[in-house]
Protein backbone atom coordinates (compact mmCIF):
# COMPACT_ATOMS: atom_id res chain seq x y z
CA UNK A 1 0.00 0.00 0.00
CA UNK A 2 1.06 3.49 -0.89
CA UNK A 3 0.48 6.43 1.07
CA UNK A 4 0.60 10.01 -0.23
CA UNK A 5 1.23 12.75 2.17
CA UNK A 6 1.09 16.66 0.52
CA UNK A 7 2.84 19.63 2.65
CA UNK A 8 3.61 23.48 2.07
CA UNK A 9 0.44 24.88 1.48
CA UNK A 10 -1.13 27.84 3.10
CA UNK A 11 -2.01 31.81 2.30
CA UNK A 12 0.60 33.48 -0.53
CA UNK A 13 0.17 36.87 -1.73
CA UNK A 14 -0.13 37.39 -5.56
CA UNK A 15 2.97 36.97 -7.29
CA UNK A 16 4.21 34.90 -4.34
CA UNK A 17 5.62 31.80 -4.33
CA UNK A 18 4.89 28.27 -2.71
CA UNK A 19 6.81 24.82 -2.89
CA UNK A 20 4.36 21.61 -2.40
CA UNK A 21 6.00 18.48 -1.19
CA UNK A 22 4.42 14.94 -1.64
CA UNK A 23 6.33 12.40 0.66
CA UNK A 24 5.00 9.11 -0.40
CA UNK A 25 5.98 5.70 1.01
CA UNK A 26 6.37 2.18 -0.75
CA UNK A 27 9.08 0.74 -2.58
CA UNK A 28 7.25 1.36 -6.08
CA UNK A 29 7.69 4.98 -5.90
CA UNK A 30 10.88 5.46 -8.39
CA UNK A 31 9.04 3.33 -11.02
CA UNK A 32 5.77 5.78 -10.66
CA UNK A 33 4.83 8.28 -12.67
CA UNK A 34 4.02 11.20 -10.50
CA UNK A 35 1.75 14.17 -10.88
CA UNK A 36 -0.24 17.67 -9.01
CA UNK A 37 -3.68 18.18 -9.66
CA UNK A 38 -5.78 20.81 -7.82
CA UNK A 39 -9.20 21.64 -7.15
CA UNK A 40 -11.27 24.89 -7.08
CA UNK A 41 -14.83 25.46 -5.54
CA UNK A 42 -17.51 24.21 -7.81
CA UNK A 43 -14.49 22.66 -10.22
CA UNK A 44 -13.14 19.55 -11.81
CA UNK A 45 -9.90 18.41 -10.66
CA UNK A 46 -8.02 19.81 -12.97
CA UNK A 47 -4.43 18.40 -13.94
CA UNK A 48 -1.09 20.55 -13.49
CA UNK A 49 1.97 18.73 -13.96
CA UNK A 50 3.41 14.92 -14.19
CA UNK A 51 7.26 13.74 -13.94
CA UNK A 52 8.02 10.26 -15.00
CA UNK A 53 9.59 7.72 -13.00
CA UNK A 54 13.31 8.96 -13.63
CA UNK A 55 12.10 12.72 -14.13
CA UNK A 56 13.60 12.80 -17.54
CA UNK A 57 9.78 13.60 -18.64
CA UNK A 58 7.64 16.11 -17.54
CA UNK A 59 4.61 17.53 -18.90
CA UNK A 60 2.55 20.78 -17.71
CA UNK A 61 -1.11 22.25 -18.18
CA UNK A 62 -0.76 25.58 -20.72
CA UNK A 63 -2.11 27.20 -17.40
CA UNK A 64 0.97 26.92 -15.08
CA UNK A 65 3.62 26.37 -18.27
CA UNK A 66 6.97 28.48 -16.77
CA UNK A 67 5.29 28.81 -13.81
CA UNK A 68 5.28 26.10 -11.76
CA UNK A 69 7.99 23.26 -12.41
CA UNK A 70 7.80 19.68 -11.06
CA UNK A 71 10.42 17.93 -10.07
CA UNK A 72 11.47 14.49 -7.94
CA UNK A 73 13.95 13.35 -5.06
CA UNK A 74 13.64 9.28 -5.41
CA UNK A 75 16.21 9.02 -2.89
CA UNK A 76 13.59 10.97 -0.64
CA UNK A 77 10.11 9.61 -1.99
CA UNK A 78 9.12 13.01 -2.71
CA UNK A 79 7.70 15.46 -5.91
CA UNK A 80 7.72 18.36 -5.54
CA UNK A 81 6.16 21.59 -6.91
CA UNK A 82 7.27 25.03 -7.10
CA UNK A 83 4.99 27.41 -7.73
CA UNK A 84 6.06 30.90 -8.48
CA UNK A 85 4.40 34.12 -9.65
CA UNK A 86 1.17 33.06 -8.13
CA UNK A 87 -2.03 34.28 -8.70
CA UNK A 88 -5.69 34.19 -7.46
CA UNK A 89 -6.85 32.02 -9.83
CA UNK A 90 -4.48 29.42 -8.54
CA UNK A 91 -6.02 29.07 -5.17
CA UNK A 92 -7.11 25.72 -4.59
CA UNK A 93 -6.64 22.09 -2.64
CA UNK A 94 -3.80 20.26 -4.57
CA UNK A 95 -3.61 17.40 -4.72
CA UNK A 96 -0.60 15.09 -5.26
CA UNK A 97 -1.28 11.28 -7.14
CA UNK A 98 0.70 8.35 -7.97
CA UNK A 99 1.31 5.25 -10.33
CA UNK A 100 -1.12 5.28 -13.40
CA UNK A 101 -1.22 3.43 -16.78
CA UNK A 102 -3.07 5.88 -18.53
CA UNK A 103 -2.32 9.36 -19.98
CA UNK A 104 -0.75 11.08 -16.83
CA UNK A 105 -3.16 14.20 -17.61
CA UNK A 106 -6.23 11.67 -16.63
CA UNK A 107 -6.71 11.64 -13.02
CA UNK A 108 -9.28 9.23 -13.33
CA UNK A 109 -5.82 6.94 -14.25
CA UNK A 110 -4.17 7.24 -10.44
CA UNK A 111 -4.16 4.29 -8.08
CA UNK A 112 -2.70 6.87 -5.25
CA UNK A 113 -3.74 10.71 -3.66
CA UNK A 114 -2.78 12.14 -1.12
CA UNK A 115 -5.48 14.11 1.36
CA UNK A 116 -4.77 17.56 -0.46
CA UNK A 117 -3.01 20.81 0.69
CA UNK A 118 -4.79 23.97 0.62
CA UNK A 119 -3.08 27.28 -1.40
CA UNK A 120 -4.63 30.59 -1.44
CA UNK A 121 -3.45 33.49 -3.48
CA UNK A 122 -5.15 36.81 -1.66
CA UNK A 123 -4.17 40.31 -4.05
Known amino acids: QVQLVESGGGPVQAGGSLRLSCAAS????????MAWFRQAPGKEREFMAS????????LYSDAVKGRFTISRDNGKNTVYLQMNSLRPEDTAVYYC????????????????WGQGTQVTVST
Open 97 to 112: AGRTMRDSRDSRGYLY
Open 26 to 33: GRTFSSST
Open 51 to 58: ITGSGAIT
